[in-house]
Structure formats: C-alpha cells, structure tokens
C-alpha cells in the first residue's frame, strides 16, 4: 500500500521501502535548467521537451549511386522486353532536385542525393545497362522502392527528445540534424557527503587502535557522480552533537542534497539524527524496515534531502541504491527516477531465514536466457567487497524461511558497481 505524507504528520518509523519512497519523492523538486551547447550537454537531462522544426531527411533521396524515374514508365520491363529511359540529367549530393522530370524520363543519382519531382523509384547502376543519354531497365519497379522518404528518421513536429530524458549520442545527433546547437537541460545537483565516527582516521594517519579509514565518502561519492552529480566533501567529524549540526547546517548551505555516514543507531554516542533536527531538518523517515541499511533517519529542509545512513560500508551504499539514488534522479530531473525491478531466479540458495526484508547483492547471469541472481559471497553489513561487480539487489520478503536455488524473487537494477 502507498503512502502519502504530509508535513503535519509525525515522523514514520520503521516504514517500507516503497511507503519510504511515498514520503519523500512528492517533496522533491528538479533542479532548474540552463542552456548549453550540444557538446556540454552530453550525459545531461533533458529540461522540457524539444520538437522537429524540419523532417529529418528534410527531401526523399537516393540510398545508392543509380537512375530515378517515375515507375509507372518500367511497368511492362522484361529481360524479353527491356524500357529505355532518356536521361535528362545528373543530380550530385547536395544539389538541388531541380525541376519535375516528365514521362520517359529519368535522372541519375549519386547517393545521397535528392530524388527529383515527377519520379518515385530508383534503381541501383548495377542493374541497369545505360550510355551518357539513355538507361535501359530489365524488370518493373514499385512506386517507392529504394527511395529515402523525406522524414524517415524524424518528422517536423515530432519530440525528439523529452523532459527528463537523457542527452545521449543518438540525441546529440538528432539535435544537431536540427541545426540546433544549444539545449536546455538540469542544472547538476551537488550533492554534499558528511561523514561521522570518531573512530575515522585522517587521510593520512595511520590507522591502529581503533582507527579506521573512510570509505563510505569515497563510495557514496562515486555513486553520486555516476548519476552525473557534483560532489562536495563536507567533511569527516568526530562524534559531537554541536559540531556534526554545524556541518549540516554548512552543507545545506553548500548543497542541494546531504548524505551522512555513521551516528544514526541507538548508542551513546549516536548523535547524527538528532544534529540534523538542530540544524532545522525535518525528519520524515526513521528506520526502514530492511537488512542492510535500515538503521537511517531521512529528512528535509525547506526543498533539500538529507539521508542520514548507517556508517557500515556496504549498509550505506545498498540504503544509498533503493532510498537516496531515486530522490537524487528526480532532483536531477530525470523521468524515470524509480529503481526498475524485474524478476530473477537464485543461482545459488540462501541459507539464512529472513526476519526482515532482505536485500541480497548479486550479478545478473543472463546464459541461459532468463534473468538469474548470482548472490557474491560476503553479504554482511560492513562487506565492501560483495558490492564490487553488484548491479542486482535481491528484495526477499519478511518471514521468508531459507530459500533453495531455483527460487523466483524480485531484483532491483542498479548500475554495475
């Protein structure tokens, strides 16, 4: 069942995945867009729809080096009783077609070239027998044959590209077919990346003694940049109330969107959730029920996300794929900012029974024609290393007892991580 939040309500607590989705996504704004040339734009999305403002060929042409003419000339052409058409003229790539041909005759093409008025069939050089004056044809041709429609490829009016969409190659081209040179897209969201524990190390202190170094800034920040965002290292922060809401408060400042790392659970020491409410965010989310990754507080200040996620490694990326990842899309302003799910059949059985949701790394094995899931060894909640190669994240529902390979479920797709 959906859910749909509205601010007067009280925090939801230990919600779904898709009620979690439901709460935020509706508070979430696409960045604005600004213009840039096509070059710049590549990779970019797309901000309101673009319309053909020609056909695209704009004229019906010739695929190949050979003679139109009007078919109904060649209807009766045998090999017993060949036609022979006087030729009028030669029409070179990006020569204009020129006046209507009459009947009886016929023009010869370079390809490419335009298939003058009055003719509706070309035949290729190969087929014909010709002199500088005549073409002599050997077999009937059908009104259209080997002819390039004028709009083949794109008809004015059509929408070459919409909203939200992305300004890849194939739309690049057919922009630039256009005579267009600027577009319209979103303007890149910059996403600020906080992490906290006083447990992390300095970039260049050795680690010992509790210390350890921080990864999630660096993973979490990949993942943004792959979805085409700017990042902006807020910082990495021992645990301290005050100083972990003054870093949020500078990032919000900074940013679009924040992500923090560590400090969410129910320790002595876990201060994130509460920094972030002293620093005016909203909290909308706490917890989510689904292993890896639940332990999260997810809020919002004034139009700006901010995911407070687990400090376990692989518990923040996996929650950063099914909770942050289609928020940051639709602030990106992508049309399809939902993670696809799509049924997959286990390679391998899961041992383990599932209290909770859980949420399974994995690779999909398309060599026997179906879509399975190969789940990576390792998938505990600080194993970085099941991610590596991960582009399925298997959803096996609550109270699910151990499952035999063979078994159906449903699997996100997320790109090859």
């Not at 070059?39 to 190949?64: H, K, L, N, T, W």
């Not at 602030?331 to 391998?348: D, E, F, S, W």
């Amino acid at each position: 069942m959906s859910y749909c939040f509205h601010k007067e309500d009280k925090v939801r607590e230990l919600v779904t995945i898709d009620e979690a989705l439901d709460i935020l996504l509706p508070l979430i704004t696409p960045a604005a867009g600004e213009s840039l040339s096509l070059q710049e734009a590549q990779g970019r999305i797309a901000c309101g729809d673009v319309q053909a403002r020609m056909s695209i060929p704009p004229f019906a042409r010739s695929p190949y080096d050979g003679y139109a003419f009007a078919a109904r000339d060649a209807q009766d052409a045998s090999d017993e009783a060949p036609v022979t058409l006087r030729v009028t003229r030669e029409i070179a790539a990006g020569s204009p077609a020129g006046d209507m041909i009459g009947p009886g005759e016929a023009v010869k093409l370079m390809t490419g070239a335009p298939v003058p008025p009055g003719a509706d069939t070309v035949v290729k050089f190969e087929s014909t027998e010709f002199t500088v004056d005549t073409v002599t044809v050997f077999e009937p041709s059908a009104s259209g044959r080997d002819v390039i429609p004028a709009g083949e490829d794109v008809c004015a009016g059509d929408i070459i590209v919409r909203s939200g969409e992305v300004i890849g190659p194939a739309v690049c081209g057919m922009l630039a077919a256009q005579g267009l040179e600027r577009v319209t897209v979103h303007i890149r969201p910059i996403i600020g990346i906080l992490s906290t524990g006083s447990e992390l190390a300095g970039g260049k202190d050795q680690i010992g003694d509790g210390k350890i170094h921080d990864s999630n800034r660096y993973s979490l920040g990949a993942a943004c940049r792959a979805l085409g965002m700017e990042v902006r290292f807020i910082g990495a922060l021992s645990d301290s109330k005050e100083g972990i809401a003054q870093a949020i408060r500078q990032g919000l400042a900074q940013c679009d969107a924040l992500i923090t790392t560590g400090g969410v659970s129910v320790g002595d020491y876990d201060y994130t959730a509460s920094a972030a409410e002293s620093a005016g965010v909203e909290t909308l989310v706490r917890n989510v029920n689904m292993k890896p990754g639940g332990t999260c507080a997810i809020g919002i200040k004034g139009d700006k996300p901010v995911f407070c996620l687990s400090g376990n490694p692989a518990s923040s990326l996996i929650a950063f794929y099914v909770l942050a990842q289609p928020c940051l899309r639709k602030l990106a302003g992508y049309q399809a900012y939902r993670n696809l799910m799509i049924p997959v059949t286990l390679m391998k059985p899961i041992k383990k029974p599932s209290a909770k949701p859980r949420l399974i790394r994995g690779s999909l094995d398309l060599t026997l024609g179906t879509a399975r899931l190969l789940p990576h060894e390792g998938q505990g909640n600080g194993v970085l290393r099941s991610m590596k190669g991960c582009n399925l994240i298997g959803f096996i529902p609550e109270g699910s007892p151990p499952l035999p390979a063979g078994e159906r479920i449903m699997a996100w797709l997320v790109d090859s991580l």
